[in-house]
RNA sequence: GCCCUUGUAGCCCAACGGAAGAGGCACCGCGCUCAGAACGCGGCCAGUGCAGGUUCGAAUCCUGCCAAGGGCACCA
C-alpha cells in the first residue's frame, strides 16, 4: 500500500489504532467481503427461485441503468448510487424488505466504436468494462442484492426484450376502449365482420397476405416509409428525440438528415393522452413533468376546411376564434396540394422557391426567421365568410406539424404579422386588444371584434362557438393535435438487440414465436456500422447483419412447413433493453416469465387506490427526462393493458441527483492543465510557475479534471468519500468538487472513531455511565432529526447532525463517552458510512450485522424543553428576553413579556396596540 | 423570444412566515507538543442578487429587474 500522502514521515507516530485511509481499507475489505459471504443483501421474493420470508412492508430503490462506459467513473457517477444507497439502508435498517441492486446497459454504440478500433468483439469489450465497473462500485460499498445483477446483452435478458416486443407487435390500440388488446382479437372482429376491410370485402376474401397487410395498419409495432432521421456519419437512422435542436444527431453531433426508409415504428402516439394525463399521478419533479407534456405537446383546436376550386386545404389551428380574421393562407413547400393549385403563371417562382427551401437544412430556417415565401396564383374560401383570400407558399410552415397548411392571422399571431407586413396583406383584428396596447400581433385575451356572430365573446367561449358552428355547417371540428410523433425504433447497428421478425416471400413481416427466442445476435466478421461523409446525404444505411448472409438467410417451419425466410437485419435501438428493467430485477432468473405476477405485484404493484405503482424510488440524472423515462412508460403501459403487469407505471417517485461539476483550468495557449496540480494564490491561479485561468464545468478527461472515487477509496476510504459526497449539499442541487474539503468528513469519523475507540490500544472506551440530561436531549434531538433527514433525502443535515451530536461528546466524555450514546450514534451513522458503523458495532459487542437495524427511535420526552425562552421583540427589534414554563399560557407568557424591564421602559405605561406572541417561538410587541 | 430552477460569510451549504447559522473547508489565536496536525479549546467572517409590495414580523409569500444554470424554440 502506498504511503498516505498527506503524512510522508510521520507514520510511526500515527498511533496504531487511529482511523486513517489504510485502517479504512482494511475494514471495508473485510465488511465488503462479509456482506458478500453472507449475502446481506438479498431480498427476498414472494415466490420463485428467490422465494423467503417476505415482510409486507417493502422499499424498491433503483438507480438509473449504467452504461458500463471503458473510461470508468469519476467521482460525479456514484453520487446518485450513494444517495439509493443511503436510502435502501435507512430503510432496511429499519425493518423493510429493501431491493436495491444494478444491472447494466450494455448494448451501445461506444462498445462498437472500441471494438472496431481494437478489433475485439463488442461482447468482449463490454464484459471487462462490466468488470471493471463492478469492482468501483463494489469498493464503495454499495448494499446491493448481486443475485439480481443483470445485463442487456445476456441472450437470457434480450430473449424478453424481443419477447416484449413481439407482445406489442401482436397488439393494436382500441382508442373506444382506450387501451391496447390482442391482435388476435382485431382478426377475430374482422372474421366475424364486427368490422369492415379497407374496400369492404369479407375477411375470408383476402389472401392471407393481404390480411396480414391490413392487420399490420393496426399493430403497436409497424414497418413505415414515411421520413425518418437518417445520420450518415453514425451509419444509421435515430429517433426524433436523438435529434438536438439545431438538427443534429444527440450521439456524435452529426448533420440529420431527413429521408424516406422502411423502418421500424412503435405507435406510442396512441398513448399520447395517457402520457400525459397520467403525469399527475406521479411523485416526479415538475421539470420533469414539464419537459414530457412540452414533448408530446397537446394542443387542442380545431380541423377547418378551405376550399380551393374543387380541392380542400385543411388547416389545424388552435385559435379558430380568430377564423374572421385570416386573411390568406399558407402550405408548407412540401404540401402535396402546391402542385395542384399553383397557376401557371407562378409555377416557375413555385417551383424556385421549393427548390431553395429543399435545400435549407433545419438549421438555416431557424437561424433565419425572416419570413419569405412565395404566392400560387391560387385563392381558398373562408368558409364564415365566403371571402376570398390568396394561398401562398412559405417554409414558416412545417409539413411536420398539423396538417401542413394554415391560416394566417396576423392580427392575433407575430409570425404571421411578420409575413403579412413583408407581403403587404391585409390585418383584421378579432380580438380587442387591451388598453394602451401598442404592440403588433395581439395575443393576449380580450373580446372578439370583427368576427360576426362571435363578437363579445371571450376566448375560450367563442372557440366553442366556432367550432358548433363548423361541425353544424361541415367545414371542420374540433380536434387535439399532438407534436409527439411514433418512436422510430430500428438501428443499423451490430450491437443491440436482434428483431425476432423474418420476412417471408411476400416481404410481409411475420412474428417468430416465443419458442424461437431468443434470436442470438450472429458472429459477423465486420460489426462495424457503415458510415459515411456525415454531409452526404445520398446514402443509404446498411446494417452489419445484413452482411451475415447465412444468419439472414433461414429455413424455418412456421407452421407452413419449412420455408425459406429472411431475418430482419436492423437491431433495435439503445432504450429498448432499459424500457423493461425494473421487471428483470424483481425476477432475474425466471425462466418462464419475464417476470412473477406474484413478485410484479409485491415490488411494483400499486399500494392503494389511484396509485400508479412503480418503482418507489428512482434516482438519476435529468437527461432521461424524454427518451428513457417515455419509451419505458409507454412499454409498462402496453403491459399494464395487455394484463401482464399490476403497475400503469414503472417509476413512482423520480429523484434528479444533481451534477458534480469541477474547475479546470487553461494556460495561456488555451491548453487544459492537470487540475489536480493548479495551486491557488492571493485568488490567482498557479500550475508551476504559470499563471492559469480558472474554468468551471463537467468533469472529463478532455478537461483534465478527472476525479475517480477509486483514488478518494486510497486516499480517505470508501466510508470517508461516502460521508463527503452526501454532506456537500442536497442531492438535487449541482455543486463543484472540492478535494480538499474531503478532509472534514475524514476527521469527522476518526472523532467519532476516537470516541469510542482508544486509538493505542485498539480497545473500546465507552462506559456504563447513565448520560446527563443534556446528552440525552442532544441525542434525541438528532434521533428525530435523522429520521427526518433520511427519509426525506436530505443527507447534508443528517451528516451535519451526527457531526453536531459527536462534537457534543468529544467535549464532554474525554474519558469515554456513554455506551447507549456510543451505540445509537452508531447506528445513526451506517447508512452513510456502513463499513466504519459496522466496524464499531461488533467492537461495541454486537455478533450481528447492523444491516437489517436496529435503528433508534426519539424518546419524546428529551425533545420537549421545561424551560423556554421568548426574545421580546418591540417593533420588530428584539429588546430583551424572558424564560418561562414551558408550559406556560399565551397570557402568562404576554404578562412576562410586558413586565420585563427593559421592554417595560419602551412601553412606558401606555398600552401597546397589539402583542404577538408565537408559542415557543418569541413575543413581539407593536406599539 | 418563451418556460423552469437557483442566488445566504472567502468557498460548499443550514434555517415550520418568528432571534440569520446546523455542519464542513479556508483563515486566526491559545493549549498539547522537540516539532507538526488528519489533536483539544476558542475565535473571525454574511444581514440573505437588486428594487418594490403583503405582514406585527420576510432569506422564506407576491411583482418587476439583474445574474447563473437547464429545457424548448417559426409546433399554427
Not at 90 to 117: I, S
Amino acid at each position: 500500500m502506498s504511503p498516505d500522502p498527506q503524512t510522508p514521515s510521520a507514520a510511526d507516530a500515527v498511533p496504531s489504532h487511529r482511523y486513517t485511509a489504510e485502517l479504512a481499507g482494511r475494514i471495508e475489505k473485510r465488511w465488503q467481503d462479509h456482506w458478500e459471504e453472507r449475502g446481506t443483501y438479498h431480498a427476498p421474493n414472494p415466490v420463485g427461485p428467490l422465494k423467503g420470508e417476505v415482510p409486507a412492508d417493502k422499499l424498491f430503490v433503483q438507480d438509473m441503468f449504467p452504461y458500463p462506459s471503458g473510461a470508468g467513473l469519476h467521482v460525479g457517477h456514484p453520487l446518485g448510487f450513494i444517495g439509493t444507497d443511503v436510502f435502501a439502508r435507512y430503510h432496511r435498517m429499519n425493518g423493510r424488505n429493501v431491493l436495491h441492486t444494478m444491472g447494466f446497459d450494455a448494448f451501445g454504440l461506444p462498445a462498437e466504436q472500441y471494438a472496431v478500433q481494437t478489433g475485439q468483439h463488442p461482447r468482449k469489450t463490454t464484459e471487462d468494462n462490466i468488470q471493471t465497473y463492478l469492482r468501483q462500485i463494489r469498493r464503495l460499498g454499495l448494499g446491493h442484492d448481486e443475485r439480481r445483477r443483470i445485463s442487456t446483452i445476456d441472450p437470457n435478458y434480450y430473449r424478453w426484450t424481443q419477447w416484449i416486443f413481439l407482445q406489442i407487435f401482436n397488439s393494436w390500440y382500441d382508442a373506444d376502449a382506450g387501451r391496447a388488446r390482442p391482435i388476435a382479437e382485431l382478426e377475430a372482429e374482422f372474421a366475424l365482420g364486427k368490422r369492415n376491410t379497407p374496400d369492404g370485402r369479407g375477411w375470408c376474401e383476402l389472401t392471407r397476405a393481404e390480411q396480414y397487410a391490413v392487420l399490420n395498419e393496426y399493430r403497436l409495432v409497424y414497418l413505415s416509409d414515411a421520413p425518418v432521421n437518417w445520420v450518415p456519419g453514425l451509419g444509421t437512422v435515430v429517433a426524433n428525440e436523438e435529434v438536438t435542436a439545431d438538427g443534429r444527431s444527440e450521439r456524435g453531433n452529426f448533420p440529420v438528415f431527413r429521408k424516406n426508409l422502411r423502418q421500424w415504428m412503435m405507435r406510442i402516439t396512441a398513448y399520447a393522452d395517457r402520457l400525459i394525463d397520467d403525469l399527475d399521478r406521479l411523485d416526479w419533479p415538475d421539470k420533469v413533468k414539464a419537459m414530457q407534456r412540452n414533448w408530446i405537446g397537446r394542443s387542442h383546436g380545431a380541423r377547418v376546411s378551405f376550399p380551393v376550386g374543387e380541392h380542400v386545404i385543411e388547416v389545424f389551428t388552435t385559435r379558430p376564434d380568430t377564423l374572421f380574421g385570416a386573411t390568406y393562407m399558407v402550405l408548407a413547400p412540401e404540401h402535396p396540394l402546391v402542385d395542384v393549385i399553383t397557376t401557371a403563371e407562378h409555377v416557375d417562382a413555385v417551383a424556385e422557391y421549393r427548390r431553395v427551401a429543399a435545400n435549407k437544412s433545419d438549421l438555416d430556417r431557424q437561424e433565419n426567421k425572416q419570413k419569405t415565401g412565395v404566392f400560387t396564383g391560387a385563392h381558398a374560401v373562408n368558409p364564415v365568410d365566403g371571402k376570398e383570400i390568396p394561398v401562398y407558399v412559405a417554409d414558416y410552415v412545417l409539413m411536420g406539424y398539423g396538417t401542413g397548411a394554415i391560416m394566417a392571422v396576423p392580427g392575433q399571431d407575430q409570425r404571421d404579422w411578420d409575413f403579412a407586413t413583408k407581403f403587404d396583406l391585409p390585418i383584421i383584428r378579432t380580438v380587442q386588444p387591451t388598453e394602451g396596447f401598442d404592440g403588433e400581433a395581439f395575443t393576449g385575451e380580450g373580446p372578439a371584434i370583427n368576427s360576426g356572430f362571435l363578437d363579445g365573446l371571450e376566448i375560450d367561449e367563442a372557440k366553442s362557438t366556432i367550432i358548433a358552428w363548423l361541425e353544424e355547417h361541415g367545414h371542420g371540428r374540433g380536434t387535439i393535435q399532438y407534436k409527439l410523433r411514433d418512436w422510430l425504433f430500428s438501428r443499423q447497428r451490430y450491437w443491440g438487440e436482434p428483431f425476432p421478425i423474418v420476412y417471408d416471400e411476400d416481404s410481409q413481416p411475420i412474428a417468430l414465436p416465443e419458442s424461437m427466442l431468443p434470436v442470438e445476435l450472429p458472429e459477423v466478421e465486420d460489426y462495424s456500422p457503415r458510415t459515411f461523409d456525415p454531409m452526404d446525404a445520398d446514402t443509404e444505411p446498411s446494417p452489419p447483419l445484413s452482411r451475415a448472409a447465412e444468419w439472414v438467410e433461414v429455413e424455418l417451419d412456421l407452421g407452413e412447413g419449412k420455408k425459406k425466410y429472411r431475418r430482419d437485419a436492423n437491431t433495435m435501438p439503445n432504450w429498448a433493453g432499459s424500457c423493461w428493467y425494473q421487471l428483470r430485477y424483481v425476477d432475474p432468473t425466471d425462466t418462464e416469465r419475464f417476470c412473477e405476477p406474484e413478485n410484479e405485484q409485491y415490488w411494483l404493484g400499486p399500494r392503494s387506490d389511484g396509485d400508479p405503482g412503480g418503482v418507489d424510488l428512482y434516482i438519476g440524472g435529468v437527461e432521461h427526462a424524454v427518451l428513457h423515462l417515455l419509451y419505458s412508460r409507454f412499454w409498462q403501459k402496453v403491459l399494464f393493458d395487455l394484463g401482464h403487469v399490476s403497475a400503469e407505471e414503472p417509476y413512482r417517485r423520480l429523484f434528479n441527483q444533481g451534477m458534480i461539476q469541477a474547475y479546470a483550468y487553461v494556460d495561456e495557449r488555451g491548453v487544459y492543465v492537470d487540475a489536480s496540480k493548479v495551486v491557488e494564490r492571493d485568488g490567482k491561479y498557479f500550475f508551476g510557475d504559470q499563471e492559469v485561468k480558472q474554468e468551471y464545468g463537467k468533469m472529463g478527461k478532455s478537461l483534465r479534471n478527472v476525479v475517480t472515487p477509486d483514488e478518494m477509496c486510497e486516499t480517505y476510504g470508501a466510508d470517508t468519500f461516502r460521508m463527503y459526497e452526501m454532506s456537500m449539499g442536497p442531492m438535487d442541487v449541482s455543486r463543484p468538487w472540492a478535494t480538499k474539503d474531503v478532509v472534514g468528513a475524514q476527521r469527522f469519523l476518526q472523532r467519532l472513531w476516537r470516541n469510542i475507540v482508544d486509538e493505542e490500544t485498539g480497545e473500546v472506551r465507552v462506559t456504563d455511565a447513565e448520560p446527563d440530561e443534556a446528552t440525552l436531549r442532544a441525542l434525541h434531538k438528532a434521533i428525530a432529526g435523522v429520521h427526518e433527514d433520511y427519509s426525506n433525502l436530505r443527507y447534508n443535515t443528517a451528516g451535519a447532525k451526527l457531526i453536531e451530536l459527536n462534537n457534543h461528546l468529544t467535549k464532554n466524555f474525554t474519558e469515554g463517552c456513554p455506551r447507549v450514546v456510543a451505540e445509537a450514534m452508531v447506528q445513526m451513522l451506517a447508512p452513510l458510512c456502513p463499513h466504519v458503523a459496522e466496524e464499531l458495532w461488533s467492537k461495541l459487542g454486537a455478533t450481528e450485522s447492523l444491516a437489517h437495524g436496529p435503528f433508534p427511535t426519539a424518546d419524546e420526552r428529551y425533545l420537549v424543553e421545561d424551560t423556554v425562552e421568548y426574545p421580546i421583540q418591540v417593533n420588530g427589534k428584539v429588546r430583551g428576553r424572558i424564560t418561562v414554563a414551558a408550559g406556560a399560557s399565551q397570557d402568562e407568557v404576554k404578562a412576562a413579556a410586558l413586565a420585563e424591564e427593559k421592554v417595560a421602559a419602551l412601553v412606558a405605561g401606555g398600552t401597546p396596540r397589539k402583542v404577538i406572541v408565537v408559542p415557543g417561538r418569541l413575543v413581539n410587541i407593536v406599539l
